[in-house]
């Protein structure tokens, strides 16, 4: 199997693939490695390149340390995050999570937890894949060996309801695959197998629209007004609800996969002012919501979460696609139909020294402990409104 690695240096030399994942790849990744990562996503310093082999391309990055960047690139972050919220606990319980946080942090830094080369890296919130082979990892784990002989070698986002054969093929590959999260995937497929009670759940989230006096537009050329409400909205619930290691988007990115035509942005209006957002991204096989915010100012009573997870439903069943909806909000997420599976994180570690490849090991034994492999089955009994956005 032949392997090349482009960077912004030799990026005129690739020949895309003549398919779709080549198009989308090439219109995506392009302006993000000629122009630099951080001038689309401000807390995402890497060195983006291409790994082409066998017709397919998939993105790479590259890091040392970069210890304040986005969970997008850094698994610091947990320990960064521990240390947020350490700041929220009175004072006895502050101070006592604050030398946790201080000391967790210090682990990572010794077993340089962010020098690491993510694969399949699309600095996106989901990573989705093309299938990979066996093979196919074992070359490329091989080659990445020869140039980066002291990185750990990293996969995100894999789950085994779509993404089976890659699960297969990298824990073959010798691969340790780690359970990290639940996360809620919609199969538009099952949708005839749900409850009455599940569908009238769904079709009220979407008729409070019409009966909130609130109205669904597309917005296919944002102004430069628009989209700094869009940033505000997104921020609203990234930043403020979840943590500052969110990825931080920039006018420039939005512009760019507005441009390109890869983001389908629909907002929900009240008269001329935006209360939220959902950006659409088609890849893989996935309908992803790759942009989404709120006006958390707005009374929860008022359901703005509720209306945009209507258009969401509403945008999977036009599209026909499988639909990846994070971590957050389960219960509200399970009411109406949503699948919980399991989210794995791959690590290739052996060539690397014993305290290194510990902490891996010691996190797979925890995490396994922590998400068992068997997931509980939806529940389509109840409601709620969420408190967090997924």
Request: hydrophobic share 35%; proline share 5%; charged share 25%.
């Amino acid at each position: 199997m032949k392997i090349r690695l482009f960077d912004k240096h030799n990026l005129d030399k690739l020949i895309w693939p003549e398919t779709e994942e080549g198009e989308f790849a090439k219109k995506y990744l392009t302006p993000l490695i000629e122009r630099g990562t951080e001038k689309f996503i401000e807390n995402a310093k890497t060195d983006l390149r291409i790994l082409a082999f066998d017709d397919q391309v998939i993105p790479i990055t590259i890091n040392e340390t970069d210890y304040d960047n986005s969970y997008l690139i850094s698994s610091y972050f947990v320990a960064a995050s521990a240390k947020e919220k350490a700041e929220t606990l009175s004072p006895l319980p502050r101070m006592v999570a604050r030398l946790l946080a201080a000391l967790y942090g210090k682990l990572l830094k010794k077993v340089k937890i962010n020098k690491v080369v993510i694969l399949n890296n699309w600095l996106l919130t989901t990573n989705p894949y093309t299938q990979l082979t066996q093979t196919q990892m074992e070359g490329i784990t091989h080659f990445l060996r020869m140039l980066f002989p002291d990185h750990y070698f990293m996969f995100r986002s894999i789950n085994t309801y779509k993404e089976n054969q890659v699960f297969e093929a990298l824990s073959h590959a010798n691969y340790r695959m780690i359970p990290c999260r639940h996360v809620y995937l919609y199969d538009p497929t099952l949708t005839p197998k749900l409850s009455s009670s599940t569908i009238r759940k769904q079709k009220k989230d979407y008729n409070r629209i019409k009966s909130r006096n609130y109205e669904v537009k597309s917005l296919s050329s944002p102004t430069d007004e628009q989209i700094e409400r869009l940033l505000t909205l997104y921020a609203m619930v990234y930043y403020d609800k979840y943590t500052k290691y969110s990825p931080s988007y920039t006018p420039e990115y939005l512009r760019h996969l507005q441009m390109s035509q890869l983001l389908e942005v629909k907002v929900l209006m009240k008269g001329d002012q935006i209360y939220g957002v959902n950006g659409f991204l088609q890849k893989s096989g996935y309908l992803l919501v790759s942009f989404f915010g709120y006006d958390t100012t707005v009374p929860q009573e008022e359901g703005l979460y509720r209306m945009l997870s209507g258009i969401i439903l509403e945008e999977i069943e036009k599209r026909k696609l499988l639909s990846h909806q994070g971590s957050g909000a389960p219960q509200f997420k399970k009411w109406r139909g949503y699948l919980e599976e399991i989210e794995y994180v791959a690590i290739y570690d052996k060539h690397l020294p014993l305290h290194r490849r510990l902490f891996w090991k010691m996190g797979h034994f925890f995490s396994s402990r922590k998400y068992p492999t068997t997931s509980p089955s939806p529940t389509n009994s109840g409601s709620a409104e969420p408190i967090t956005a997924g």
